[in-house]
């Protein structure tokens, strides 16, 4: 069939092509999730054009010759600029979406290719990227993609959380952990910033990881990045840290709000450090939370969240939450060398 392959860059597209771009967004997101609202549109141009501070990014459209988009790909690599450069200075991160009806037809391939010269022209050597349905792990698979982790989408309906059970974990939680305190916000106090980057370094990587040879290393400017984007992209960040006698920081939860997709919370890491485990930390946290979303955003009616099939700890915490599996995915990893031979450059 024919198509062409053009670079897209959001900052410098016209008002008139957003249009056609969501008719293609919003056909892929209800193939994927039929029983779901969609998504925010102002929310979604505005992420797309917001700079990703310390990254390469790049993105294609596939468009046939009446001009609708049937295909996308994304590609990002640090900078060394980046803080965590020297530990993922090898990687590229790649993303592909063909539209249902048009797979199987070669344009995966394509989008593979270029993805890869853009890999090749910055000298990385493993690209990491990931799939959640059937087409796109056989596609990986097929281009000889190692699997790296098995992970999933959990999703907590706040109607049937037990708020009785959630409050009981919040009592508990000064009664395990004595002399702990709880303490929040939204933009890092200056004067623990390097303490709660390494925190959270700390438990990006201590996350199970599989074969994943992505590793974190945030400073506290890479997090003053991160508060200045989550501004700029209209989104609300919360944070909850738990703090020892001695004063040092101990765990951690955080979620992403977005008032424009208000049905929906995003909860994302969550960590307690290994030497301070086993008194409560991790459901005072995350109870805490809950509680503080059912009273802060009434309109909210989910939350989600990612784990690691093998991060039973967690996995045992949001199941007793409520949070139940909507969806799997999984992680996959390529040697480039390995795949030019696949695609045959």
Known sequence: ?????????????????????????????????PNDPLPSREATIQRQKADIPDFHVKRWLVITPEGKIIAWAGFGAVKES???YEENKHLASINII??????????????LKVLFKETQSLGRTVIETGSNNDFGKAFLKHFGAQLTIEGSENRLNLEEVDWELMQSWVDEGPKRAKDVTLESFSVCPEEFLEEYAEMYTEALNMQPLGESEHRANIDGKARRQTEKRTKEIGQIN??????????????????????????????ELTGVRPEFRGKGLGKWLKAKMILYIRETYPEAQRVLTGNAETNAPMLSINERMGFKKHKGGEGYKFQVEELAKKLEI
């Open 1 to 33: 069939m024919d198509y062409q392959i053009i670079e897209f860059e959001p900052k410098e597209a016209p008002e008139d092509f957003w249009d056609g771009y969501f008719q293609f967004t919003e056909a892929n997101f209800k193939y994927h999730n």
């Open 98 to 111: 063909v539209l249902h009806d048009y797979q199987r037809k070669g344009i995966g391939t394509e989008l």
């Open 238 to 267: 919360y944070t909850l840290i738990s703090r020892e006698k001695n004063g040092r920081i101990s765990g951690m939860t955080e979620i992403y709000y977005d008032p424009r997709d208000a049905h929906v919370i995003h909860q």
């Open 82 to 84: 980046s803080s965590d």
